[in-house]
C-alpha cells in the first residue's frame, strides 16, 4: 500500500489530533455492579478497559493490541504494555468514520467496515501515533450506504478471504442487490461476491475451527410478539445458500404479508434457535486452554438483549456445545446477570479470545470491556495439613520451588495425559492455596527466575508472570529435536534455561536443551550421550549440569560447553529430583521408588533418609533452608521433609 508519498516523519507530525483515553475515568461504576453477574465455578470477571460504545474487537499482531470499533466514528486502540491483563491506554486511532463498527486484523494490516465502505490501515501495531486517516487505503466501496442494519461485522476465514456481513435496509421488505447477504472477497477488496443469501442482520460471524465452516448469527424480524421469532445461529459451509429472509421472519417463523411468497430455492435453517428478541450478536468459538477442557470447540454468543419485548430477556452470554462430530449438541448460559428485576445495566457485543485464553467482552451500553478468565485470582480450597510436615489436596503434584517471599509454587499434572486441567498453584506462607494459571497440559518441572516461573509442559516451555499471565518461551516447533516428553527445569544465574525431555521409554528423543534470554533454542545433549532418559538438572558450578537418568537411575555431569557427559553415580532407580541443600549436600529423589537420597557429594556413597513415598517427583529446598519440599505424585501430597 502507498501512503500517498508521505514520510513517517510527515505522518508523526500530523498526528497531534490523536488522543489517548484514561483507562479508568468511569469503570468503577461496571466494577461496582460486578458482583451481580452469575458465572460457573471456577470463572472470574473484571472490567479490562474503559472503552465507549465497544463493539465488535479484533487482536493485532506482535504486540497484541486490541482494537475495538463502534458504532460511530471512531475506532480505538486498546493496549496492555505490560501484559498484566488490564488496559494502560486506550488511543483514539480513527475519529471520521461512517459507522466504523467492524474490525478485523490480516497480516499486520487493520481493516474497517464502515456503513459504505471497507478500508484497511497498514501496521497499525508498529505505531498509534500514525495519521491513519491519512493512511487510509479503501478496498471496497459498494455496501449499502444505509442507516437501517448498516453496521458491519467482518473477519477472514480460513481460505484468507474477507467476510462482511451487509443487514436488511428494514424490518422486513423486498431486499435488492447485495442487501441481505454476507459477502466476501480478496483482502485487497477484488473478487467480491455474494456468500450467503436471505440474512436479515447478521451481527456476529466465525469460523468453527476443526470444519471451517462459516457459522454467524442472525437477528430476528421485530413487532410479530414477544416470543417470536426465534433467534438464529447458522451455518454456511459452502457458498450460494439461502437463510429464508424475507420469506422467513427466523426460523421456520412466517411474516403474515410473506407467508404466501415463495423463496427462490431451498431455504436452509438454523443450527440453534434462541429465544426471540435476545439479540445475538458476536461471538467466538473457544479455542484456547485456560477454560475446561469441555470447552473446546464451543461457541461463546453475546446477547445485546431486546428492545421491544414486554419482559426484556437476553443480556447475558450463551454458550453453544457441540460433540466430537462437531455437531450441535446443546446451548445453556454461560454469564447472566448483566438483566436484574427487568432492568439492564449492560448488553454485551462481542467476544474476543486473548492468547492466554481468557475471553474479552464488550459492552456497549456500560462502554466497557470485559474479561473473563478462569482459575486466576481465586482461592481453592486450602489444602489440609495432617502434621507440621505435610500438606494433602493435590492433583498430582510433579515440581516445586519456593520463593524469597514466603510463597511455594508447585505444579499439578491434574488427570495425565487429559490436556487443559493442568495448573501451577501457589501455597501461601499461612497454608491457603491459589491458583497462579490454570489451563495448562500436564506441567511438570518448574523453576523461578526474576520473579516469573518457568514450567515444561509435555512439548513446550511457558513462563508465568506472578499475576499469572502465561507466555510461550519455546513452542515444540523451536525445538531443534522432536520435543518428547519435557520435564524438568533448571535456570542458571544469567536466566538461561534447561530444559531436560526424557523422550520415550526406550529414550528415543532424549536429551537436555539449552534456551538463551533471546529465545534461542539449541540442543546440549541427546540420545547418543549415554543418558537414557534425562530428567532431574542442576547446575553444579559454573559449565557444568548435573542430570538424572529416569531410564537407568544413574547421575552424570554434563559439560555444558562440550557437551561431553561425565557418569557419577548409580542406583537411583526411577531418579527423579536434584536439589542441594545450604551446606552442598545433594538430594536426589527416586520417582519409582518413592524415596530420598542424601550425598555429601555426587560422586559420594548415597544416604538413604526417607523411602515412604508413593512416588517421589521433582523437589526443592524450602526458602528457610531447614526441609527439602517432596512432591508425592501419586499421593497428591506435599511433604517437607527435614534436612539431616
Known sequence: MKLKQLSLATLAATSLGMMALPAIADRADAEANLHKLNLPDGFNIEVYAEVPNARQMTIGQSTGTVFVGTRGKIVYAV????????????????????IGNGVAMYQGNLYVAEQNR???????GFDLTLPFAQMREVVFEDLPDKAHHGWRYIGFGPDNKLYVTVGAPCNICDVSGNEATIMRMNPDGTDAEIY??????SVGLDFQPETGTLFFTDNNVDMMGDDNPPGELNAA????MHFGFPFYASGKARHDDWKDKQPPQDVTFPEVEFQAHTANLGFKFYTGKMFPTDYQGDAIIAQHGSWN???PVGYKLMRVTFDDNHEVSGQEVFIDGWLNDGEAWGRPTDVLELPDGSLLVSDDYNGVIYRVSHGQQQASTTPVKTNTNKLTGFAMPESVVSHTDGRTFISEIGEFGKGGDGQVSIIHSDGTKTTLAAGLNDPKGIDLWNNEIYVADINQVFKIDMDGNVTIVADKSDFPGKAEFLNDVEIDGNGTVYVSDSGTEDGTHGGVYKITTDGKVSEVINSDSGIKRPNGLLMDGVGTLLVADFGTGDLYRTHLSSGKTQHLNQGFGGADGLVKDTRGFLYVSDWKNGKVWQLSTPEATPQLIADNFKAAADIALSVDGQSVMVPDMKAGELIYLPVP
Open 118 to 124: 471497507i478500508a484497511r490501515y497498514a501496521a497499525p
Open 309 to 311: 419485548r414486554t419482559e
Open 237 to 240: 459451509p459452502k457458498a450460494g
Open 79 to 98: 493496549v496492555d504494555k505490560n501484559k498484566d491483563r488490564k488496559a494502560d491506554d486506550v488511543v483514539t486511532i480513527l475519529d471520521d468514520l461512517k
Open 196 to 201: 450467503a443469501h436471505g440474512v436479515r442482520n
